[in-house]
């Protein structure tokens, strides 16, 4: 147990099975009070969907910074590194399928985690990870200390199975234009070069009124086309990336599961509108993935 803790929370137990829990995901994202981004968007769902779930915070905030005020704080990388370290210690990683990070807070925490999985993922070859490089948005710019993107370029993308930018991201993390359809499918062709096996690029401008996702792999190209809708709430990209894991975790091919969490994600944003809510309504997203008839097909471009 940490030197932290007091000696009042050492304790026994006198009965219990021995049997270690089953986990699926390990998510290692920021967490709110109020409000739904981190591991308060993609947990409700990713349970919602049958999936077991550790989640490790990175910052413990009172709500999204959006508000006039927002409490907590960043999590101190000691303190982000012992949640690791307590994680392997009950062999958390051994046994979970999918580990997927976002939001970290500090280039510290983004430097603990990367420690952490270069001795983690190599004893786990079971072990996906799958990467979503929170670094900022067009409307706002970067929002992370800047040295977290070497951060995610030199050190974490080369361990990634998939990685989830947003189409500014892409463009910080390729020094490329990467907006626009065609733009953003070579910047992310670029950075397949560099490790993951999918590149899965969101929020990339289409037609008038339309949103794409593309998903570039390997072997080939696919694109979804959904309408934009006028609300912006945190905890998209997070909902979404937790839909794709959770629905290839049930058996879905990746197309498949990327079509349902398109589904999902948009249903979610419409929910939130029609109910008149501040924040993101979650709990609607794995219902409207779920619909027998998947709302958004692939096309396949290449």
């Known amino acids: 147990m940490s030197e932290s803790l007091d000696?009042?929370?050492?304790?026994?137990?006198?009965?219990?099975?021995?049997?270690?829990?089953?986990?699926?995901?390990?998510?290692v994202q920021s967490q709110l009070v109020y409000g739904h981004a981190g591991n308060s968007a993609a947990v409700p769902p990713l349970r919602a969907l049958g999936l077991r779930v550790a989640e490790i915070p990175t910052t413990l905030l009172s709500n999204a910074p959006f508000y006039d005020t927002t409490r907590g704080r960043v999590l101190p990388t000691d303190w982000f590194a012992d949640l690791l370290r307590g994680a392997s210690e009950r062999g958390l990683p051994q046994r979970a399928r999918m580990l997927v990070s976002g939001y970290f807070g500090s280039v510290g925490n983004g430097t603990a985690f990367a420690d952490w999985i270069d001795g983690v993922l190599p004893a786990c070859p079971q072990l996906r990870y799958c990467l979503d490089p929170v670094i900022g948005d067009t409307h706002t710019g970067p929002y992370v200390e800047p040295g977290l993107e070497k951060v995610f370029a030199e050190r974490l993308l080369p361990r990634a199975w998939l990685v989830t930018p947003n189409a500014?991201?892409?463009?910080?993390?390729?020094?490329?234009?990467?907006?626009?359809?065609?733009?953003?499918?070579?910047a992310a062709r670029v950075l397949l070069q560099r490790g993951p096996e999918w590149v899965l690029a969101h929020s990339v401008s289409?037609?008038?009124?339309?949103?794409?996702?593309?998903?570039?792999?390997?072997?080939?190209?696919w694109r979804w086309t959904s309408p934009l809708l006028a609300v912006d709430v945190a905890g998209t990209g997070d909902v979404l990336m937790a839909l794709i894991v959770a629905f290839l975790l049930r058996g879905d091919g990746m197309q498949q599961a990327i079509g349902r969490a398109v589904a999902g994600t948009h249903g979610a944003l419409e929910a939130t509108l029609a109910n008149g809510h501040e924040e993101f309504d979650v709990l609607a997203a794995a219902p409207a993935a779920l619909v027998d008839v998947v709302r958004f097909s692939a096309e396949r471009l290449a």
Request: hydrophobic share 35%.
């Open 168 to 186: 500014f991201e892409l463009g910080r993390l390729t020094g490329m234009p990467s907006l626009a359809q065609d733009d953003a499918i070579a």
């Open 206 to 221: 289409g037609d008038s009124g339309q949103l794409v996702t593309l998903a570039v792999g390997k072997e080939g190209i």
């Open 7 to 27: 000696n009042h929370l050492v304790h026994g137990r006198r009965q219990r099975p021995d049997g270690p829990s089953p986990i699926d995901v390990i998510s």
